[in-house]
């Protein structure tokens, strides 16, 4: 079993619409919780960082964290076509090692 | 914020030829930079943790006569292909980060195509 799964789509929703990406886990020993947004051909870009359980809110991006059910989700809000990218998220139990799904590949179509 | 630098973006080079990657941190001082190779639509895959002024530790099944990391300062760390050969074509991404800088920041990756 992986250490983290993430379901690549490809999602596309029109612009506007609120977007919902999700990861399970394994490893219960996991208490950093991180997603990544990826443009092709290019590194990944931090968006959202939580420790442990609960929600984190920036702007149009919502993290929440529900360690009971090993489950983690990112929240986009009146979605952009900008926001076109591969959506990684990632956890670590130490704050060194990470382990990362898939990545989900979101389109936003104007 | 923090910034990491990752040279070159691109390269190709013939088979059996060695290729060098950087990654520097450009404003802040890393204590602790990973490598990772990606892989079309997979996640990326650590291949090894270097500490400035110690050996890098590599994840199980990465060659490290192969793939030769230096950390010799806390702002520029080096990927070194040896003998490259087609199936190391990848994306090749560093991300560093400080004790405290959870989350780490990336660099803008490498992609290596070996003909």
């Known amino acids: 079993q992986k250490e983290v799964e993430q379901d690549p789509g490809p999602l596309s929703v029109p612009e506007g619409a609120i977007v919902s990406l999700n990861c399970t886990y394994s490893n219960s020993a996991f208490q950093y919780f991180m997603w990544y947004r990826q443009y092709s051909r290019k590194g990944p870009e931090l968006l959202m960082y939580?420790?442990?359980?609960g929600n984190k809110e920036d702007g149009r991006f919502t993290a929440q964290v529900d360690k009971s059910s090993k489950y983690i989700s990112l929240f986009i809000r009146d979605s952009q076509p900008s926001d076109s990218a591969t959506y990684l998220c990632?956890?670590?139990?130490?704050?060194?090692?990470?382990?990362f799904g898939t990545g989900t590949s979101l389109t936003v179509i104007p | 914020g923090a910034v990491v630098s990752q040279h070159p973006s691109w390269v190709i080079c013939k088979s059996g030829t060695s290729v060098k990657i950087e990654c520097r941190s450009l404003d802040f001082q890393a204590t602790t930079m990973f490598w990772y190779r990606q892989f079309p639509k997979q996640s990326l895959m650590l291949m090894a943790t270097s500490n400035e002024g110690s050996k890098a530790t590599y994840e199980q099944g990465v060659e490290k006569d192969k793939f030769l990391i230096n950390h010799a300062s806390l702002t520029l760390s080096t990927l070194t292909v040896t003998s490259a050969h087609p199936e190391d074509s990848s994306f090749y991404i560093c991300?560093?980060?400080?004790?405290?800088?959870?989350?780490?920041?990336f660099g803008s990756g490498t992609r290596l195509t070996v003909v």
């Open positions: 939580t420790y442990s359980s």
């Open positions: 991300s560093a980060g400080t004790a405290t800088n959870y989350g780490y920041t």
């Open positions: 990632a956890m670590s139990a130490s704050g060194n090692q990470f382990y």
